[in-house]
């Protein structure tokens, strides 16, 4: 499984949409698992300054990443496999 | 759970997309006991509604996403559960997004029950079914991970409060046995097994 970064432009995004695109990226990810391709939202940061969202995800593929995000309707500019980095590992 | 049984009701009826009559099936089956949904002065019928407790998906499975109407229903419901102060959107702030709609199954219901935006409002909030609490779809998921018997190796982390890669180097040193899904990469811990890292504490007996 690897990690993926998806970045959203999301000008005017309001909390309450935010948290319904979460809602839906959740029950989207959580079908897809059931269905037997494993794909998890792990979290999402909100750049107030740039109006973007990093959202985070693990699956074994980019193309898992993208379906889960075009089932829930959750626009995007960009996903990339990102290489996880904490302070424990260093 | 009520999203999981509106991707559900959309995929029995070989939609392409989950859109709101799917999303008000699944609340109401989320809440129902026996197939009825008891809801105010309404008691409705989840099979005259057309839920179909026999049929299953056909295969392949077909792959649905949410309507823009889904979406903006979400949205409504999101609004509704933070003008009420709550922390995350529970099936009630679904079912409560559905009382201005005029369109589809809501339609029916309000024709057939004479249901107003008004009493259907009152009878969501007089809701005391445990499929409906605040936060009911959080605590449904984490409800089931509680009780599976297999995990990935980030919930068994979670479960023993360790980082993931340490979970990663129980593996690899054979403290944890793991299990691959066949024809996949990715691994499967059983929960007994997790319990087998943990070793008793010895107190010192301290010398006097």
Redesign the interface.
Known sequence: MSYFVVKRDLPGVTPEALQSAGLRAKSCCAEMTGEGQPVRWVRSFYLPEKAQTHCYFEAASQSAVEEANKRARIPFTEIAEVIEMTPDMV | MA??FA?FAAKQSGAEEVAPDHILLGCLRAISRFGIVTLGPWSLDLEALGVDWVRGVDTP?P??????Q??QL??R???I??SAGSVG?GVNHLLAAFATEETGLMKRLKMAHGITSASWRAAIAAIDTPGANDSR?DEM?SSKKETRQYL?P?EAAEMLGV?V??MRAYIRGGRVPAFRLAG???IRLRRSDLEKVLEPFEVEEKEE
């Open positions: 999203t999981s991707i499975r792959k649905v996403a949410y309507s823009q889904a979406v979400f949205d419901a999101a609004r559960a933070r959107v779809i998921e990935t980030e980082h890669q340490t996949e990469r990715s």
